[in-house]
Nanobody, 125 residues
Framework: QLQASGGGLVQAGSSLRLSCAASGRTSSWYAMGWFRQAPGKERDFIATIYWSSGLTYHADSVKGRFTISRDSAKNTAYLQMNSLKPEDTAIYYC????????????????????WGQGTQVTVSS
């Protein structure tokens, strides 16, 4: 239902834009978010966009560098990543939360009930 793409190998300081294409009725979704998981680490929250209003929420660790957005007509969410650093290397996952699901906050993995397959981002120094 969610297909993430746009990852790749880039140098530090570069930019990438990740996409998360959704199938099905996005009007039934409350929010979409991005998380990332580095080897041996927990899956960490990056950003969320509330689908209807377009309001966004970003983790402090990426504020000013990463921006989440969405194109409702294309049923797609994006994560624009600028000034990439080697520590941004991870698998990036998009996720969606349907209306009616218990919402425990944008940065809580349990708030989301659909997950994409992940896309690898590698930043070399």
């Amino acid at each position: 239902q969610l297909q993430a793409s746009g990852g790749g190998l880039v140098q530090a300081g570069s930019s990438l834009r990740l996409s998360c294409a959704a199938s099905g009725r996005t009007s039934s979704w409350y929010a979409m978010g991005w998380f990332r998981q580095a080897p041996g680490k927990e899956r960490d929250f990056i950003a969320t966009i509330y689908w209807s209003s377009g309001l966004t929420y970003h983790a402090d660790s990426v504020k000013g560098r990463f921006t989440i957005s969405r194109d409702s007509a294309k049923n797609t969410a994006y994560l624009q990543m600028n000034s990439l650093k080697p520590e941004d290397t991870a698998i990036y996952y998009c996720a969606a939360s349907a209306y009616g699901r218990s919402w425990n906050g944008p940065n809580v993995r349990g708030s989301y009930d659909s997950w994409g397959q992940g896309t690898q981002v590698t930043v070399s120094s």
